[in-house]
Each structure stands twice: as structure tokens, then as C-alpha cells.
């Protein structure tokens, strides 16, 4: 991602929940100029299903904190990706991205990056190219496609912020 300065504070098992959870521990006393999300898959995915509706609210949850401490920060969230491993729960997936899109809509301090065209193959199923062989986790072909789509947003926001 390189110019920009990235932080990197995700950790493997991590529920929607976790963001607000440890935010003051993890997220504000860095004071970040935006901050991007990746979360949602592991709650749908779980032991106790998550529905696509507590996706939404735990990102509001976890947005509406940061805002309290920061109301400038904008809040990136990355929709959740289409896998292999979870292609059957795709339409749960999809609902969720849907949801938060619209609640995305209402505040211009909220931005969605979907990557699910640039995940899917021409067939229109998860591209295992880019993924490692567990089918669920990006390979560095995936996270390059990854950070070809997230990165030229974060340089357009963060270079017009007027912020350091």
C-alpha cells in the first residue's frame, strides 16, 4: 500500500463484535486518518449463525464509536468476499454487503469497497487463482488484487482530507 502508511490491527477469528470491543484499545490511540474494515465473514460463518442485520449493526456500532472520538475519521468497509470455502453462504454474504451499503449511504463519513468483481471468475464463482488452498484466505495474487482496488480510494480520500 506503500506510500500510504498502513497499520495493520486485524487478527484471525475476529467477529464484527470484536471492532467495537477493542477499539479503544486498538484503533483510536492511533489517531488514524481513515480506518478500513474487514469483518462479517467469520460471523456468518460461525458456530451461531450471524444474520445479515447484525452485520449492519455491528459495524454501526463499531463506526458510531470511532465518530464519538473522532467525527472526521472516514470508516472504509471492505464487503465481504465471495470464497470457495463459503460459496454457500454467498447470499447471506451478499444480503449483508447490501445492507451495509445502505446504511453506508447515510452518512458521508462511510464508504464501501466491494471486490467482488475482481474475485469472481468469468464463470461467476470464487477465482481459486486467488486463493490459497484452504479456499477462504487470498493468496498474494488475491491480496494484490486486494490492495489494486482499496488502494487508489484510500490516496483519493486521504490526499483530499486536508488533514496530516
Sequence with gaps: MAPL?????GFGG?????????ADRI?????PRAVVVFAGTNDIAGPRLASPRSIVDGFTAFAQRLHAADPETPVFFVAITPTAA???LWPVAREANRLVGEYVSTDPRLRMIDLT????????TPD??????????????????WAAAIKPVLEAETSS???S
Design 27 to 31: 484503533v483510536l490511540p492511533l489517531r
Design 86 to 88: 463459503r460459496w454457500s
Design 5 to 9: 502508511r498502513v497499520v495493520n490491527r
Design 117 to 124: 468483481d475482481v474475485l469472481l471468475a468469468s464463470d461467476g
Design 128 to 145: 481459486r487463482s486467488l486463493l490459497r488452498s484452504d479456499g477462504l484466505h487470498p493468496n498474494k495474487r488475491g491480496y494484490e488484487r
Design 14 to 22: 475476529a467477529l464484527i463484535a470484536d471492532l467495537t470491543r477493542y
Design 161 to 163: 482530507d486536508g488533514r
